[in-house]
């Protein structure tokens, strides 16, 4: 083992009050909904919204006098960048983050607000981590690695000291694997502390890396291509420190998929009123996947971060009302006769749907030049209402159909 449970425990006297000990509660209403008992971990609170913070502050509060002069480097495309940039700021250290040139300005916009030196370079992580590793030995920089490292690994394991002595009759713990760092810490400490405890990792389908580790699945991920919402996971294969650690403390290893991962990230913000990253939202997605693992135990679930893109946060609420049936999408063919679509439309209305967008299509459609197809999108209460107002139109004479529900 590259880390001990004294090195978690240094790790969080060291780290201190420097970082908040983020909320750790039972959620009533996704317990009684998915019949298991699940206590939330809101890493997703942290001041850059992940739990990178742990690690890198207990990396960079051990550097020696002449590594803080000379300043650190790192590579990431998000939460590591900002929390190494954020924590190097706090303590005056230089520091120079290496991001893909095809990172998002938000994401490089919020690392460049904390006074780090941002370099773009590279089409992909592997080729940024490159330059990171070269520029590096150039300056004689200190490279700050995202999880393959001994003091990053302690300090992600600092999470499960603050749920266990908060709830120490924990049967099971739901983590993200990435590169492993933070469920090799999470499980050093917490297999130390209970060696019954179940450790659950969980990764996207499209990056399985750790299980096909783990069950030496011999599958070549490819190299680019591959999207997923869970970015802040997407690694083809754990760190040479944590696969070790994931190997012999990790009971089972889950894999979710796009949709449930949405449906986890809705649930989250529907009930919960808290926003997550797709990495961050695949612990609860496991559990949606795979309840039978979960069965009368007491979970506790890692939101491990929040840094979602608002576009991609919106798409993902207003897919899940489509999935639920709450807003819909009629074709209605009409005529052209004057007060035809007015008709329509206070038919909808009046059974209680209300209409978000209205396209009037005649150039373009194979009909007679006398009609038209109306496509109608309506917010309805459920599928129910929805095949409601359905029924009525084309009890009305109508020819309409839900083509989108």
Do not use: W
């Not at 425990?9 to 970082?19: N, T």
């Not at 994401?107 to 981590?129: M, P, Q, Y």
């Not at 000291?161 to 713990?173: Q, R, Y």
């Amino acid at each position: 083992m590259s880390i001990s449970f004294a090195d978690i425990q240094a790790a969080a006297d060291r780290i201190g009050s420097r970082l908040i000990d983020t909320r750790f509660e039972q959620s009533r209403t996704l317990s009684s909904i998915l019949s298991t008992e699940i206590l939330l971990k809101f890493e997703n609170l942290q001041f850059t919204a992940s739990f990178k913070e742990r690690g890198a502050l207990n990396k960079l509060l051990q550097l020696s006098h002449e590594q803080k002069i000379s300043g650190v480097i790192a590579m990431s495309a998000g939460n590591h960048a900002k929390a190494v940039a954020y924590h190097a700021q706090c303590l005056g250290i230089p520091a120079t983050i290496v991001m893909p040139k095809n990172t998002p300005n938000v994401k490089v916009e919020d690392t460049r607000n904390f006074k780090a030196r941002v370099i773009l370079e590279g089409s992909s992580l592997d080729e940024a981590a490159d330059y990171a590793h070269s520029l590096a030995s150039e300056e004689q920089l200190v490279f700050v690695h995202p999880y393959n490292d001994e003091q990053i690994i302690a300090g992600q394991g600092t999470i499960a000291l603050e749920m266990l002595a908060a709830h120490p009759e924990l049967d099971a713990i739901a983590v993200p694997i990435g590169g492993g760092g933070l469920i090799a810490g999470i499980a050093t400490a917490a297999k130390a502390i209970n060696p019954d405890i179940k450790i659950v990792g969980v990764e996207v389908s499209t990056f399985p890396g750790a299980y096909n580790a783990v069950h030496k699945v011999q599958e070549q991920l490819a190299d680019s291509g591959i999207t997923t919402i869970a970015e802040g996971i997407a690694v083809k294969q754990p760190g040479e420190l944590t696969l070790p650690i994931i190997e012999q403390l990790v009971d089972e290893i889950v894999v979710v998929d796009e949709e449930t991962i949405e449906e986890a990230i809705d649930l989250l913000i529907t009930i919960e009123k808290t926003v997550v990253e797709g990495a961050g939202a695949v612990a609860l997605a496991a559990i949606l996947a795979t309840p039978q693992l979960f069965q009368h135990l007491k979970t506790a679930v890692v939101l491990s971060g929040a840094n979602i893109d608002s576009r991609i946060l919106a798409s993902v609420l207003m897919r899940r009302l489509v999935r639920k049936g709450r807003i819909v999408r009629y074709l209605v063919k009409i005529s052209g006769s004057p007060g035809t679509l007015s008709d329509v439309t206070a038919m909808i209305g009046e059974l209680g749907g209300n209409i978000l967008e209205v396209s009037h299509q005649r150039m373009f459609a194979a009909l007679p030049v006398k009609e038209a197809d109306l496509y109608i999108t309506v917010e309805t209460r459920d599928k129910e209402q929805a095949e409601a107002i359905l029924k009525q139109l084309q009890a009305n004479g109508y020819l309409a159909e839900l083509i989108q529900a």
